[in-house]
């Protein structure tokens, strides 16, 4: 074979080896980093909401708490009324307390309107409470969890860790309603509907809270703060600014009662 045909051979086999190269990297391409799985052997984030009469509070917690580690508390903190609005200038103060310990920090510099970020490292294992003290020139508010669990570690943690709770949601963050929107939410009431007093109560939501959809009413159901379901309802009679809602919704159910028309819709 001559010194140019050895050449030639040379040339189209490393052309056979780079077009294999390339049709393989195709068929197998690399997911990017953002869409790598999650650590499955770290507890998930939790979350919780507290309402008072003035007050949303919507708490996230890296990782849950366990007892010596750090847990990175990100509470949202909402005024009520016609539009939920974030608190700004007041001083938050977070008390966990487990069979008579606790444990507490206080913060009055916040990392935008309505957001505090806090830390806490708990010193017991149990169940106990977790307390937000809010203080600032509208006055004070309290705002109590209940029944909050402390694990003796990472293993303890994942081995009670429940099922994904916002798989499948509809997610509107804090920051948007706030800043996006005129947005407030309510739970579902019974009401008197009817111009006679002796009339019996039905399940009633405002007007502003149903989607016309396709031709059918639609309610945003809150699962938390930022977790939401589009839920179709069926409707009865109106009176005022209440429409009936006789199928689809349970009393007590949380809704957005202004500003579903700006939210997402998947």
Request: hydrophobic letters at 40%.
């Amino acid at each position: 074979m001559t010194v140019s045909s050895r050449i030639i051979v040379s040339t189209v086999i490393v052309l056979v080896v780079l077009t294999v190269q390339s049709a393989a990297a195709q068929q197998a391409p690399v997911p990017p980093r953002g869409n790598q799985p999650t650590n499955a052997n770290e507890p998930r984030a939790t979350n919780g909401t507290v309402y008072t009469n003035k007050t949303e509070l919507f708490a996230t917690f890296r990782p849950p708490f366990i007892v010596g580690q750090a847990t990175r508390i990100g509470a949202h903190l909402s005024k009520l009324g016609d539009r939920f609005l974030p608190y700004a200038d007041v001083t938050v103060t977070a008390t966990l307390t487990v069979a008579g310990v606790s444990v507490k920090q206080s913060l009055s510099k916040r990392d935008r309107p309505g957001v505090f970020r806090l830390e806490l490292t708990p010193e017991k294992a149990g169940t106990g409470s977790l307390v937000f003290d809010i203080a600032g020139p509208d006055g004070t508010d309290r705002l109590v969890f209940e029944n909050v669990l402390v694990y003796t570690d990472r293993a303890d943690a994942l081995a009670r860790q429940g099922p994904n709770l916002e798989a499948g949601a509809i997610r509107y963050s804090k920051e948007q309603s706030w800043d996006e929107n005129e947005y407030a939410s309510a739970p579902v009431e019974r009401r008197v509907l009817d111009s006679n007093p002796a009339a019996s109560r039905v399940l009633a939501v405002p007007r502003t809270a149903i989607l016309q959809i396709e031709g059918a009413p639609h309610v945003y159901v809150q699962r938390h703060p930022e977790a939401f379901d589009l839920k179709e309802v069926k409707t009865g009679k109106s009176s005022g600014m209440y429409v009936e809602i006789t199928s689809g919704l349970r009393e007590g159910e949380r809704i957005v009662i202004k500003g579903a028309d700006r939210m997402p819709r998947k």
